[in-house]
């Protein structure tokens, strides 16, 4: 029950199912996120560490970057089968195709401070 609640808990939120999809394009570090949902770094974190918490994205760190991403290959079942149909919702959603668009556009090298 536990684990359902968390990840019900995480999808409560609109930026994060709006981060949730832009991960689906590919891995993005915190100022991309930062950058193409227009929020504070601050609020940015916490969403990440909301979807953290539920297991639904995960950090690696490469480098100088720490990217974000899906986590596809997650043993959790509610996961497991979210994350195949989200991938199918939202795709006409203006806001969501506009991130998607950010997301082919944005370079990190001119956003991102070392």
């Known amino acids: 029950m536990e684990q359902c609640l968390t ?9 994060r199912i709006r981060i949730i999809k832009i991960l689906e394009k590919r891995p993005l570090c915190v100022c991309e996120i930062t950058t193409i949902l227009n929020l ?7 969403h990440l560490s909301v979807l ?3 297991k639904l994205i995960f950090e690696q760190k490469e480098g100088k970057w720490v990217n974000y991403y899906l986590n596809k290959a997650t043993m959790n079942p ?7 149909m989200v991938k199918r919702w939202l795709n006409d959603d203006m806001i969501i195709v506009r991130d998607l668009r950010k997301v ?5 090298n001119e956003i991102c401070k070392s």
Request: proline letters at 3%; one cysteine or more; charged letters at 35%.
């Open 7 to 15: 990840l019900f808990k995480a999808l409560s939120d609109k930026n």
């Open 78 to 84: 509610y996961i497991k089968e979210f994350l195949p």
């Open 40 to 46: 504070a770094c601050s609020t940015t974190s916490k």
């Open 52 to 54: 953290k918490k539920a």
């Open 104 to 108: 082919d556009k944005i370079n990190r």
